[in-house]
């Protein structure tokens, strides 16, 4: 049936009957008889009620009328109840006319009674031809969801309130093996697998307090297989708001299934193997670096050895190849260590702890032999708040970004360093400022790359990782890294790193005061 065709038969299943069930002429026959025989009767009681009670006998007549002929029948018997009253009971008789307030009186009482006997009788009607359009509009949607049900493509069942079956279409029997004889009154449990049956109640359940959704279900058929379907239910309820059962769909769905299925085995067994790969290759790495590191090693000691012995007797530009020679080999063995910190960040475990990052910056002052010389111009501008970091990656981020800013100064110039923290919500924005060379804009996404330089190596020297394992660490710590710069007036970076809630970490009274005490005795403001 079309759409067009449903709503015609929508309205024509709401159409009220017709009043005398297409006999127009058989309401006022009853009518009329109605009257005449009530006529007979008043006549039969005349020599009791003389001219007293003149429609005694017609209020039955005009009820008849309306039960058979409705409004038209009921007015119709008024009309004729008022003529043959006046011409036969009134007096005198035989005459037309009222005569006198009791006749007066007599009539209007009658015509209320008999005007609320129609309206009552052609309202009773109208009631019942209301249900019976209802029955009949009812009875045409459930023929019609009927046969939606039977031939969807889909299968169909309707649970009652108790999750037992009381309708299932052919292609959910066609789907589970069962006929539907063997499903209606059975409960829906029934048809699933044990270790199911908790999720299948608990999914009802969340139906009985009115949630509609949709989830892959699993059932068992009649040979004891297993079918998965995506199900897509929703409650039904009552007229006044009552839990009444459910309407589920399901679609097959095995064949994605095992297809799913299939996948995850197959990306499982290829993430192991990928596993096995990479471990593999650390191990290589590690067997490769070590190697290199041992001809390296000889070449700077073999060049400084020449240099402490022979170094006088040597030219000088003998003594600058053996010179260039060990800060060759020197820079690759940096170099070689640089890449295996930045292949272990890729691919090692980075638990997180709680770090006072205040302390690790003192101790990092005092002892690192790079900072020494440039220590009383690194200002910490404290209390710097604790961190959740991996102890060893952020040692390596701070180290980086201070060998950094007193490196990359002007010659003949005293870097000078200012460090700081702001809290950031749930986060801690720790700043490094320094007054260096400064990094042209284009350049400051670059120089988180790895192997990116921006200098020679013989004008500052260094690898071209420091900032990629800056980025990585950071990153691997669940943090961000970045920079603001401007070419000759130093440059900010700044990492951002999750905040360790209030007095985890006691934090040592010199600094909360604002002033680090390095091991060596040196206060930095």
Not at 133 to 152: C, D, F, G, P, Y
Request: proline share 5%; charged share 25%; aromatic share 8%.
């Amino acid at each position: 049936m079309t759409q067009v065709d449903g709503e015609r038969g929508l309205v024509e299943g709401t159409k009220p009957a017709e009043p005398f069930n297409s006999r127009w002429w058989f309401g006022y026959v009853i009518a009329a008889a109605a009257v005449l025989a009530a006529v007979l009767f008043r006549y039969g009681l005349d020599p009791l009620l003389r001219d007293r009670g003149p429609f005694a006998t017609f209020f039955p007549a005009v009820a008849i009328a309306v039960f058979v002929g409705r409004l038209p029948g009921g007015l119709l018997a008024i009309l004729l109840t008022t003529l043959a009253a006046d011409y036969l009971f009134f007096s005198p008789r035989h005459s037309l006319g009222i005569q006198g307030t009791v006749q007066a009186a007599d009539l209007v009482m009658f015509m209320i009674g008999a005007g609320i006997i129609v309206v009552f009788g052609e309202a009773m009607h109208q009631a019942r031809d209301k249900a019976e359009a209802l029955r009949k509009q009812t009875q045409e949607m459930e023929k019609r969801t009927s046969q939606i049900v039977e031939t969807a493509n889909e299968g169909i069942w309707i649970l009652d309130a108790q999750a037992r079956i009381l309708r299932v279409n052919p292609r959910l029997c066609e789907m589970l093996g069962y006929d539907a004889s063997d499903m209606v009154g059975a409960k829906q449990i029934d048809f699933c697998f044990p270790e199911d049956f908790g999720s299948m109640e608990k999914l009802f359940e969340r139906r009985r307090s009115g949630i509609s959704e949709q989830a892959d279900v699993r059932f068992r058929t009649r040979q004891g297989a297993e079918v998965w379907t995506l199900m897509a239910a929703r409650p039904l309820v009552g007229e006044h708001g009552g839990f009444q059962g459910t309407l589920d769909m399901f679609t097959d769905i095995t064949q994605r299934k095992r297809m799913e299925e299939g996948l995850a085995q197959v990306v499982a067994e290829r993430t192991d193997r990928l596993h096995e790969i990479v471990r593999d290759m650390e191990l290589f790495s590690y067997s490769m670096a070590h190697d290199l590191r041992a001809p390296l090693r000889a070449m700077q000691g073999l060049s400084n050895l020449v240099l402490e012995d022979f170094g006088n007797s040597l030219p000088e530009e003998g003594r600058d190849h053996l010179v260039r020679l060990a800060a060759s080999a020197n820079r690759m063995d940096r170099l070689i260590l640089d890449v295996l910190h930045y292949s272990h960040l890729v691919r090692g475990e980075v638990p997180l702890e709680a770090v006072d990052i205040q302390k690790l910056i003192a101790e990092m002052v005092a002892g690192f032999p790079d900072l020494l010389a440039a220590r009383q111009h690194i200002n910490v501008e404290g209390p710097l708040p604790p961190v959740f970091a991996n102890q060893a990656a952020v040692t390596q981020v701070v180290s980086n970004l201070l060998t950094n800013a007193v490196k990359f100064v002007r010659p003949g110039e005293a870097p000078s360093v200012r460090i700081w923290a702001e809290i950031d919500g749930a986060y801690v924005r720790l700043s490094f400022k320094d007054n260096g060379i400064g990094i042209p804009h284009k350049a400051q996404q670059k120089i988180f790359g790895l192997f990116q330089r921006l200098h020679p190596a013989d004008v500052y020297d260094g690898t071209g990782i420091g900032l990629a394992i800056v980025k990585k660490a950071t990153e691997r710590m669940g943090g961000q890294v970045g920079l603001e710069s401007e070419p000759g007036k130093g440059s900010l970076f700044w990492v951002r790193l999750k905040r360790v809630p209030p007095d985890p970490i006691r934090v040592e009274p010199a600094a909360a005061e604002g002033r680090l005490q390095t091991s060596l005795g040196v206060g930095i403001p």
